[in-house]
């Protein structure tokens, strides 16, 4: 009776952590083009590279989201700001032709520009 219990209680508490854990774990692992189909644009998708284009218009938000470790290349000038799943921002800006290496990353990004901004992200695969 006691081993039954314990059995039971056991596999309770690992439903409860599995269930508990999932909703994280898929935030944390949403690719951008998934959770902004409207502003990403898959320009080159193969076994070593994805190269997305990503516009933004003043406002536009895309909701919290992975990447691989990637390099932003700016079409336009861009000034953004990045949320990170603890709730940390930071706000950058990228000037027109400036490349930034990121490492993987997980954050939301709202265009904070009062003009449409252009940049192509492009992650790296192993």
């Known amino acids: 009776?006691?081993?039954?219990?314990?059995?039971?209680?056991?596999?309770?508490?690992?439903?409860?952590?599995?269930l508990g854990a999932a909703p994280l774990a898929l935030a944390q692992d949403q690719d951008m083009v998934a959770v902004a189909p409207k502003n990403c644009t898959v320009l080159l998708n193969n076994e070593r590279v994805r190269v997305?284009?990503?516009?933004?218009?003043?406002g536009d938000k895309i909701p919290m989201h992975s990447h691989p470790a990637s390099v932003?290349?700016?079409l336009t000038t861009a000034k953004a700001?990045?949320?990170?799943p603890d709730g940390q921002?930071?706000?950058r800006v990228m000037k027109a032709g400036q490349a930034v290496w990121l490492d993987a990353v997980t954050h939301s990004t709202e265009n904070t520009r009062t003009t449409v901004s252009?940049?192509?992200v492009i992650e790296l695969k192993k």
Do not use: C, D
């Open 1 to 18: 009776m006691k081993l039954l219990r314990l059995l039971n209680a056991s596999v309770s508490v690992i439903v409860f952590l599995g």
């Open 52 to 58: 997305i284009r990503v516009v933004t218009r003043p």
């Open 89 to 91: 921002s930071e706000e």
């Open 118 to 120: 252009r940049v192509l």
């Open 72 to 74: 932003v290349y700016a």
């Open 81 to 84: 700001k990045f949320t990170t």
